[in-house]
């Protein structure tokens, strides 16, 4: 038995030295495999940066810089460095997934307007409501002076009828007042005729605001079925080899997805804490200012061997 062991450890060592002699480079590797972990930063470059996010390679890198403090400062290694020259790259690729994002962008800013356009047609509502008001009281007075006056004149006309006649100057007077009093009626019956049509226009108003908030909610309800969900990080994958981002609102959780992304490179697995880094869900986390979990920071320490 022991015999047996030897001979496998003698043939290991010698597969060992066989590799490094023919090759020094795995040598150096070998000796890597067997330095302590996160000794050395993980190079990463920036690779394709697709147009349609409107970012600059500056902004990505300082995007970038700030991710890589979330795991270096808790941790007070190098853990990650930026080098032009490094195969493995970081991109951000257009896809479906953004496409949807700009999506839900555009229907955000349509809810937006229609919630502006009805704060607009109530104001008008209201303000033509009191337009309304205010012309129909003065209008009731109106006619009740005008109701007041024709009677006074109803019973002169009687009066002078019962004596058979009017003399001249009151008959003058009674004629006068007639025309005043057709005068009156005329112009509150144009005055009727506009507190109407302002009727039709406070009706037009309110069928509008019903079309808008009609129209509101008919959009609220598509963005909540199409974008409502908690939104996991399938934003970014990491292979391996890359880290690819297909997927960000704002600059806040496209560096959230990177921290998160950078934890895989370091070999970390998703972690159970809703407020974790590693957690597969975005959405607990701080957005704007991104910070290991007590999870997190264990995690990292068991990967980096640090006590
Ligand atoms: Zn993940």
Not at 242 to 260: P, S
């Amino acid at each position: 038995m022991k015999k047996i062991f030897q001979y496998i450890l003698i043939i290991i060592l010698f597969s060992f030295w066989g590799i490094v002699l023919t090759n020094p480079e795995s040598f150096r590797g070998a000796l890597d495999f067997l330095k302590k972990p996160c000794s050395k930063p993980i190079k990463y470059s920036l690779g394709e940066i697709d147009p349609k996010f409107n970012l600059s390679q500056e902004e990505m890198l300082s995007i970038t810089e700030k991710a890589e403090e979330v795991w270096e400062k808790p941790t007070g290694k190098n853990l990650f460095e930026y080098d032009p020259q490094a195969d493995f790259k970081i991109n951000i690729v257009f896809d479906e997934r953004q496409e949807r994002t700009n999506a839900s962008k555009k229907l955000e800013s349509q809810l937006g307007k229609l919630e502006s356009d009805r704060e607009n047609v109530i104001k008008e509502y209201d303000q033509l409501s009191k337009t309304y008001q205010k012309r129909l009281d003065d209008y009731n007075k109106s006619v009740s002076q005008y109701e007041e006056r024709l009677e006074k004149y109803l019973a002169k006309v009687n009066y002078w009828n019962s004596r058979g006649g009017a003399p001249e100057d009151e008959y003058e007077d009674l004629k006068k007042e007639k025309k005043e009093l057709d005068k009156m009626r005329n112009s509150l019956e144009a005055e009727r005729k506009t507190i109407n049509s302002l009727v039709g226009k406070t009706n037009t108003l309110a069928d509008k605001e019903n079309k808008i908030v009609e129209n509101y909610n008919s959009n609220l309800s598509t963005y909540k079925n199409k974008y409502g969900e908690a939104s996991q990080f399938d934003k970014g994958v990491y292979d391996g080899e890359k880290i690819n981002i297909f997927q960000f609102n704002e600059v806040e959780d496209l560096r959230l997805t990177i921290v998160h992304e950078l934890g895989h490179a370091l070999g970390i697995e998703h972690l159970g804490d809703s407020t974790s880094i590693m957690y597969y869900l975005m959405g607990d986390q701080d957005m704007e200012n991104p910070q290991l979990s007590e999870e997190d920071i264990k995690a990292v320490k068991t990967t980096c061997r640090i006590k």
